[in-house]
């Protein structure tokens, strides 16, 4: 089974039984992924892009589903900066739907508030010729 398949099965499997923290997962450097997320939030999506995608290689299922979903995100939104509007959109929509299984929040970040914000940014580009949208933002 390749790594597609495995994120597709965890996938399901949360999106049926849903997602319950376990206070034994592997402990993520918090100092780490608050510099990330601010990263993000200045819209540094690059350097964002490549540290959560540290984090994502070095983390066990199902947890790395958020990273890769993180990944995706700062990887969308790079896209978009560059005119890449439709590639930008398959992108979000990946991270969307690799997030909603984690909704209302993960580690403290807000992911039901971070999904709405992105199917708005979706919304938006499909809707409009403007590049301009209302920024999203990881809340911690």
Not at 3 to 24: E, T
Not at 53 to 68: G, H
């Amino acid at each position: 089974m390749n790594r597609q398949q495995r994120d597709l099965a965890w996938l399901k499997h949360l999106n049926v039984f849903g997602f319950k923290f376990d206070a034994n997962l592997e402990e993520v450097d918090l100092r780490f992924m608050h510099e990330t997320v601010n990263l993000f939030n200045q819209g540094d999506f690059r350097n964002a892009h490549e540290r959560f995608e540290a984090v994502w290689l070095e983390t066990r299922y199902p947890e790395r589903l958020v990273y890769y979903a993180l990944t995706k995100l700062s990887a969308g939104l790079l896209q978009h900066e560059k005119g890449k509007i439709r590639s930008s959109i398959r992108q979000v929509e990946t991270a969307i739907a690799y997030f909603e299984p984690f909704a209302p929040s993960y580690r403290g970040m807000d992911i039901h508030k971070l999904v709405i914000s992105m199917k708005q940014f979706v919304r938006f580009q499909i809707n409009s010729s403007s590049t301009t949208y209302q920024q999203i933002k990881i809340i911690p």
